[in-house]
Every structure is written in C-alpha cells, then in structure tokens.
C-alpha cells in the first residue's frame, strides 16, 4: 500500500478492485485497474485530506480548484468519507 502522506500534491494512480469485491456480477476483473488522481488539501485548521477524482488533466483541473470545492461541500454537509484505499503508484 502507497503511503498516502507521500502524497505532494498530486499524483495519478491505478486503483484495482479490493480483495473482498464480489466479481461475479460485474464486466471487469480483479486485475481492472482505472487511473484515478489523488489531490492533497490542507484545510483551514491545518488537517490534510486526500481527495480522489476522476479528472486527470490538472492544465485543466488545477489543484487549487478542489480545495474550495470541498470546502463548499463540506460547508454544506456534503462530505464522504473513505476509510482505506489500496493502489499502486502510476
């Protein structure tokens, strides 16, 4: 498991499937991977948050952007939390 502290900024990552998935009723396998972007954000009262999204171009999608919109939707009681994730670094 990649420590997430290590994360700078940003960095793409391959995510799998966890071990415990069930399989049998989906159109991919244990070895599916999808490239996700993980965006680190320190918050006003100096806690860190990982955030994961689908949008890789950070030309287009810069780090700066997902900090005020997780700020707004956290304001707005709209957070989700994660637990653990397992990836390998891209």
């Known amino acids: 498991m ?3 502290q ?3 900024y940003s960095d793409i990552v391959q995510i799998k499937p966890g071990k415990n998935t069930k399989l049998s009723d989906k159109s991919y396998s244990k070895e599916t991977s999808k490239a996700m972007r993980l965006v680190k954000i320190e ?3 100096g806690e860190v948050e990982i955030l994961i999204t689908s949008l ?3 030309a287009k999608y810069p780090d700066s952007i997902f ?3 997780y700020l707004d939707l956290r304001q ?3 957070r989700h939390n994660i637990k653990a994730i397992t990836y390998e670094k891209h």
């Open 76 to 78: 707005r009681g709209k």
């Open 67 to 69: 900090k005020d919109l």
């Open 56 to 58: 890789l171009d950070s």
């Open 43 to 45: 918050l006003p009262s």
């Open 6 to 8: 290590r994360v700078q």
């Open 2 to 4: 990649f420590i997430l």
